[in-house]
């Protein structure tokens, strides 16, 4: 098949950037990367990008297209190619650039290294000579954190570290959680107030963008959110963030709608509230601060009340509530609705590209 | 006429009951019936979900039930965060018999329904942009919009994760821009559409989120909009209410109007400021309406 590509060139010393195209003959199963290859072995030498496994586990060749962040090995050429669409290849996003489709890592793994991403000692020692035997269901807490390959692609889209570059991020926040959520691992309480810090958890914007584009099934942002959840259930929930979530809850649970009025002291503190005065006031003459009294109660509101307690004592809250939906939500990551057939699966709106399959050239 | 259960969520009923007034007043005209729903909560908009996320589940199990309970097969709602959150809890219910029988159990303990028939949980947009909503939609805007240049801003949440969302493309949605051409706008296309409004942050950390907010406002404006259309509450508050202080960051005043999605719709379709509300709105509205009096 005849693939066309536009890529973006960039060199770093002299600043100058420059978009390429190519038109290659690839085969039909090619990836990205295969096409990639074809450029540098066959049309153009200088071009550099990062590969090593092709098989989407070293998490090397992670890389924009049209402006998304994917694998380049994952990223079968097919259905564009046959489509006539000529795809624009560039350097995956808030990373620094160092040559075309390379970027500098250094800052990604600053960041992986400041959530000391290994298992750290201080858990109960088995009695002498027994092993520490862990159960499935134990470990299926960090099932998919453990699914990371560090490719940088959910670093690429997050929103909010391009507001603020010193985000810790999704890639390290997943990983984080990785640990957090191991039995065997002794730290949990410390590592947890770090992660609150300013920097850390409560400064995800929750676009999802990094749950969109992570080529593995991590959801970072899911992780972010159980490591949120792990911090409150043990009492970690000083940062505002954290006020803000919980005066959602006691909302909930006292008059079922949000007391938006109270928000703003309840997270940020009466200093903070008073400071915002004028604000405020700019947005009460628009009717946009709700008067607290009367509160607006919600009907049967004392059956979400004694849901609250009952859920409570269940205890089920920390990252154990949320793992208990995972099982549910992969099944629609895995497109199992139950009666759609694999065709209709992949032709749904917004579904990835249909893989290659070889006997559907007819189709075609 | 189609029956559907309303959610209207927190800022609907409340900071922006302009919102509620608009959809309320647009609804027939699309061809739905809303049935409110009153025994229902917040949805916990993705807060209660980090804090206490069994809980989460529950709340929305119990607005799920009270839904299934009017007899109708969709919950209608007007905001991406209720959206997402309905919707997640309902594929955790409808994926998995155990847990949808310990959470029934838990609702009927407390005296609600156990959420038996299902429901689909669809965004107001989801119903316009296609099929009889958008037959409908194209006869009802009547009045049009003039060519008014309409900047689209999806938000997050009703786009990602698209396993949940699953409407249309998250990175090439079509959805708005096809109403706004429906409603005799001119839709205006910018990269920042699909991104951030800082939104769930603006509290906790105002100067980050203030520096994702500047981007669809920026970049609308230099793509020449008139207004921003949204179907979030939430990007509205944000967009509209905290577009001022843009003017401290940045010196630049940008006074550009922030419309709900029904309201964009509304004006097409000849609804009065009675209905629409626009004098609710911390960035006036009026040189849009002006432009289509003019």
Redesign the interface.
Known sequence: MQVGLKIWRFNSRTGERELQEYEIAAPEEATLLDCLDIVKDQHDGTLAYRKSCRMMICGSCGMRM???AVLACKMRMYDIAQSGHVPVISAMGNLPIVKDLVVDMDPFWQKFNSVNPYLQPGYEEPPDGKEHVISQQRMNVVHKEALCINCGCCVSEC??M???PM?TGPQALAKAMRFVGDPRDGQKLARLEKLNGEHGI????????C??RCPKGV?P?DAI?KL??ES?KEGIDR???????????T??RTT???R?TE??PK??GIVSAIKQTR?AL??AR?????PPFPP?V????R??R???D???D?G???F???V??E???A???HGHSGTETLEEIYD????YHRPFIADEEADV | MRKVAYYKGCLASLSAKELDSATQALAPKVGLELIELESVTCCGAGDIHEAEPDYYLHLNARILSYAAAEGVDTLLTVCNVCTLNLRQANFMLLGDTELRARVNENLVAVGVPAYEQDVDVRHLLWEIAEGEGYELLKGAAHKGLKGLKIAPFYGCQILRPSKIQGFEDPDRPWSLERIIQACGGEPVDYPAKIKCCGFPIIQAREETALSELIQPIEQAYEAGADAIVTPCPLCHLSLDAWQSKLKKSTGRDFNMPILHLSQLVGVAAGLTESELKFKRHVVSVKPVLEKLEA
């Not at chain 1, 940062?239 to 005066?247: F, I, L, P, Q």
């Not at chain 1, 919600?298 to 509101?301: G, S």
């Open positions: 049209d402006g998304a929103n909010a391009e507001a603020d985000f409560w400064e995800c914007t929750r676009c999802y963008f749950n969109e959801d942002r959110a949120g959840a409150m940062d505002m963030g954290a006020k803000h979530a919980k005066w959602f809850v909302s909930a079922g709608w949000l938006e928000l703003v997270t940020q604000f700019d947005l628009k009717g946009k601060v709700p607006h919600a009907k049967d509101v059956e979400a004694r849901l609250h009952l859920v409570r269940q089920r809250n920390g154990a509530g949320i208990q939906g099982h549910a939500l099944r629609l990551a749904r709106p917004g579904a």
